[in-house]
């Protein structure tokens, strides 16, 4: 029963979120820095849900999406490649949005010329890129160095 209300509430997270997401992009030319940590941070949570959906708690899979064909055990062993993705980039996006806000608090007659849209979008894609980059390597050790920490997932 708890199992099945988890996925439920991540599965109408997941939906939720990335409906907000879709009203904040859709009117692009009214689109503003804090806006745009915004919308990557719920995009973030969005995934997140999905993650949380998928996955009970650590090395369990919700056997609802083996039910539902979801996750097969071809996609399984990609999930470690997520979970070691995503988690953090949700904090580098808090911490994306706290420094936005520490700017426009501190300095909020030149906020305008300090944080500009080209800024947040260039941090924003260099911390994915980093993190990918990250996720990437430590899978690929994993995998070669046979420690297999991952390995209880699937």
């Known amino acids: ?3 099945e209300l988890t ?16 009203t904040l ?9 804090m806006l745009l940590c ?3 941070l719920l995009f973030l949570d969005g995934l997140f849900a999905l993650i949380g959906a ?20 071809t996609l399984c062993p990609a999930m470690p490649f997520f979970i070691t993705w995503v988690p953090p980039l949700c904090s580098i996006a808090i911490l994306i949005i ?3 806000r ?12 300090i944080i500009t849209m080209p800024r947040i979008v260039g941090l924003i894609s260099l911390t994915w890129v980093f993190q990918l980059l990250k996720c990437v390597v430590e899978v690929l050790l994993d995998l070669f160095t046979e420690t297999l920490r991952f390995s ?3």
Request: proline share 6%.
């Open 1 to 3: 029963m708890i199992g």
């Open 7 to 22: 996925t439920v509430f991540s599965v109408l997270a997941f939906i939720t979120n990335f409906i907000i997401v879709g």
């Open 25 to 33: 992009c859709w009117n692009y030319d009214k689109m503003n820095p």
């Open 38 to 40: 915004i919308a990557n």
């Open 54 to 73: 998928a996955f009970r708690g650590p090395g369990i899979i919700n056997p609802n999406f083996y039910e539902m064909n979801a996750i097969t055990r």
């Open 98 to 100: 706290s420094i936005d």
């Open 102 to 113: 520490y700017v426009a608090i501190k300095y909020p007659l030149s906020y305008a010329s």
């Open 152 to 154: 209880l997932i699937c």
